[in-house]
């Protein structure tokens, strides 16, 4: 087809929302018909046959390869001010290409869903709800067995900044919430009013200096470090304890920024840690804090995407999809806990939130600080290569030391529902002298093993290749891959025998607790206890309280949260990540570790964390304990190294799943055979490995057979070319219409 040159300001490309890996060009309207669509304006096209879909203007093009005569003209220019800046649009841009994945679908990834659909934004004034003085000074524990639902909106609303608008509170309460608000408002506890988003957040907004601690020697040099360098593109590892003030010192840098008239974006990777960062934000920053994540109702999202585009909000704290919020003034970005896994997104857009949050700080030249107490090899990787620079805060700042740690083998010393007598013995002792107790599992359930010991039969998930965990309570079993679920079998489909529950999980360890401490009060979270609206919120203020006083849980309780009565932290099975098959399974296990173990002791002394093996001599325990988190990732990272994993290389991993096996296999043969003759033809052969195709590690789940074809190089730019070369062969292909298949660039998990 030959190239036909349109007159360039006619010409406009767009990123469509459609599974297809790439941009789309239309013919700009007329000139009297409306707006000029700018790069970063969403536009409404037609698309197909019939449809109208709403994309974004990505670039005004000089030429298209798509022939005039075919070129469609735009339907609508839906904004008049562009919603994407041109440098979010280029990093956009650049995510779509270097994950390989459809732009029109990273471009939507950015935006609200109200937005998304081509609404308008929103302008009209809100009204919400706030507590008032009256209200503050209440505690909503008060409320628990009399008024339920009025406990839970003053909770709500004491996490919230501002006044919160009534989408939030129907998202948060379901219907039938506002004779509740009512009521609170009959008794002078909440009050109503416009919200404005230049009232800088829940406690009227004027930050008290007394409330900002002295900083440490350690913290000061990094703030003053930091602080020196703002302006440029400089990216700072901040390794410090647990409790040693990075907080305080991203609250530090990100005064300064707003004191100069800039924002702050604020990364984390769960929304569960933000009523409290939120506050902590908001009562010692001059500026209103919003937050950006899923999880909000789409009218309040789009408000505060709005407060962050417009510079009225000075900070935005988002998860990882909040890395792509437009700041007009955007000169810091903070990623809390840069080691954490749901910072990369799994499925659909496969992103990396602190990869891109770097990426744009360089494109910025503004500084990132990434901090967490157990950093990525990844990140480690980066400081040792002069990318990123490390800051560090060995010690706790306040009081409290850091806890004696202790391996206890539970070979030797049996345990009873998961506890050991080591275990029973300390926590009768810290008991004793008041303090709280937090046992760590990360299984939820009864038991992970549903077996009948006369003839081996075991309870097996049907459409996945794992077992079934019996739940005591409901007296079912159920997949924790697909959520199948079945009642409990009293008799054995095999032999007619009496199967048992074995091992354990955290409802099993409830009940042990209960029968070993019956007067203790204890409180269960995992995602079965918490499930009701209210629940975590309602259990982790009985804890804050002091009313509970032994903390059984899985990963949920290992995250932000502070516990400052906890002197005694077990880690009920630390064998789990022991054998991994996935080349991070040692990292996660190390940091998961480590960041259970920081849960205790806020105390002067006496923190202790008992860890349960049946492997005391494991080396990777005993490199944890002997030389802390530092010891343990230069032994990982060359672990790494002799295997050639990364940081060491990049990967990328072809997945694919089918209803037969044999399906998924051969469209990962047509794939290797594809990636082969590109290398062949590129000569590229040496620089990048392909390994398998072979069944995943759990190769079925829910009912489809999964497999991968891992392609690992030596650097990245031979196996972005290769990508680039590869994915449109796949797409083409017709073995790629039988399987569901997908690509993932640093993939998280090889599973
Ligand atoms: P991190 O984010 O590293 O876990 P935080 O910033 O949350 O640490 O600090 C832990 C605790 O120590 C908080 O209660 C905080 O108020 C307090 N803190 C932080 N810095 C100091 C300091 N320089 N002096 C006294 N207390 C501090
Ligand atoms: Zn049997
Ligand atoms: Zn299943």
Not at 362 to 389: C, D, F, K, M, W
Request: with cysteine.
């Amino acid at each position: 087809v030959p190239l036909v040159s349109v007159a360039a300001r006619s010409l406009v490309r767009v990123a469509v929302p459609a599974p297809v890996r790439r941009y789309f060009d239309y013919l700009a309207p007329a000139a009297e018909a409306g707006p000029e669509p700018a790069i970063g304006c969403r536009v409404r096209v037609p698309f197909g046959r019939s449809r109208q879909i709403v994309g974004v203007v990505v670039e005004r093009p000089q030429a298209s390869d798509v022939p005039a005569t075919s070129l469609r003209p735009i339907s609508e220019v839906i904004d008049t001010d562009p919603l994407l800046s041109a440098e979010l649009v280029a990093m956009l841009r650049w995510a779509a290409q270097y994950y390989h994945h459809p732009p029109g679908e990273v471009f939507a990834a950015a935006l609200p869903g109200t937005l998304k659909r081509g609404r308008q934004p929103p302008t009209a004034d809100l009204s919400g709800w706030a507590l008032t003085a009256q209200g503050r000074a209440q505690d909503p524990a008060q409320f628990d067995r009399r008024a339920p639902r009025q406990a839970e909106v003053l909770r709500l609303l004491a996490a919230q900044t501002g006044r919160t608008a009534a989408p939030v509170l129907e998202q948060a309460l379901g219907r039938g919430w506002r004779p509740v608000i009512a009521r609170l408002t009959a008794a002078g506890l909440v009050d109503s009013g416009p919200i404005d988003v230049l009232d800088a957040g829940a406690t009227g907004g004027v930050p008290t200096e007394t409330s900002a601690p002295v900083l440490t020697a350690d913290q000061r040099n990094a703030v003053e470090r930091i602080e020196a360098d703002l302006g440029h593109f400089t990216a700072w590892l901040l390794h410090g304890v647990t409790g040693s003030g990075k907080t305080e010192v991203y609250l530090r840098i990100i005064r300064r920024v707003i004191d100069t008239g800039g924002q702050a974006l604020v990364l984390v990777p769960e929304i569960g840690l933000t009523p409290q960062l939120v506050q902590r934000l908001a009562d010692r920053l001059p500026t209103p804090v919003v937050t950006l994540h899923s999880g909000l109702p789409d009218a309040a999202r789009a408000r505060a995407f709005l407060d962050a585009r417009e510079g009225r909000a000075g900070v935005v704290l988002g998860t990882r999809s909040g890395v792509f919020t437009s700041l007009r003034n955007l000169r810091l970005i903070v990623v809390d806990e840069e080691h954490d896994a749901s910072l990369k997104q799994h499925e659909g857009f496969r992103y990396h939130a602190r990869d891109l949050a770097v990426y744009r700080a360089r494109q910025l030249g503004v500084p990132i600080v990434l901090g967490s107490a157990t950093p990525s090899l990844e990140s480690l990787h980066n400081v040792a290569h002069e990318r990123y620079r490390l800051l560090r805060l060995p010690t706790r700042a306040g009081s409290g030391v850091p806890p004696s740690v202790r391996l206890v083998d539970m070979r030797r010393d049996g345990a009873v529902g998961g506890l050991t007598g080591t275990l029973v013995a300390a926590m009768r002792g810290h008991l004793a002298a008041g303090s709280q107790v937090l046992l760590f599992l990360n299984r939820r359930g009864y038991a992970p093993v549903w077996l009948c010991a006369d003839c081996g039969w075991i309870a097996q998930c049907p459409r996945c290749d794992a077992r079934l965990t019996f739940h005591q309570r409901a007296d079912v079993l159920t997949c924790h891959h697909c959520g199948h679920e079945r009642r409990s079998n009293d008799v054995c489909p095999d032999c007619g025998g009496t199967p048992r529950p074995i091992g354990e999980g955290t409802e099993q360890v409830e009940q042990a607790l209960a029968e070993q401490f019956p007067d203790v009060p204890v409180a269960r979270i995992d995602r079965d206890s918490t499930r009701r609206r209210g629940e975590l919120e309602r259990r982790l203020s009985g804890i804050r309280a002091g009313d509970t006083r032994i903390l059984i849980g899985t990963q949920m309780l290992t995250k932000g949260h502070d516990f400052p009565g906890v002197t005694l932290v077990g880690v009920l099975n630390a064998d789990g990540g022991l054998f991994g098959a996935d080349f991070r399974a040692a990292e996660r296990l190390a940091q998961l570790i480590v960041q259970v173990a920081g849960r205790a002791g806020r105390a002067a002394s006496g923190g202790e964390v008992l860890v349960q093996t049946s492997f005391p001599q494991h080396p990777l325990l005993n490199t944890l304990l002997k030389d802390g988190y530092e010891g343990f990732a230069r032994v990982a990272a060359s672990e790494r190294e002799a295997s050639g994993w990364p940081p060491f290389s990049a990967l990328a991993l072809l997945r694919a799943e089918a209803p037969q096996a044999q399906t998924a296999q051969r469209f990962l043969d047509v794939a290797r055979a594809l990636a082969s003759d590109e290398l062949e033809r590129t000569d590229g052969g040496d620089e990048v490995l392909l390994l398998g195709p072979a069944p995943a590690p759990m190769e079925r789940r829910a009912g489809r057979y999964r497999a991968q074809l891992v392609l690992q190089a030596s650097r990245r730019a031979p196996l972005q070319a290769l990508l680039s070369a590869l994915l449109p062969r796949l797409d083409a292909a017709r073995e790629s219409r039988r399987v569901r298949w997908s690509i993932d660039v640093d993939p998280g998990e090889l599973d």
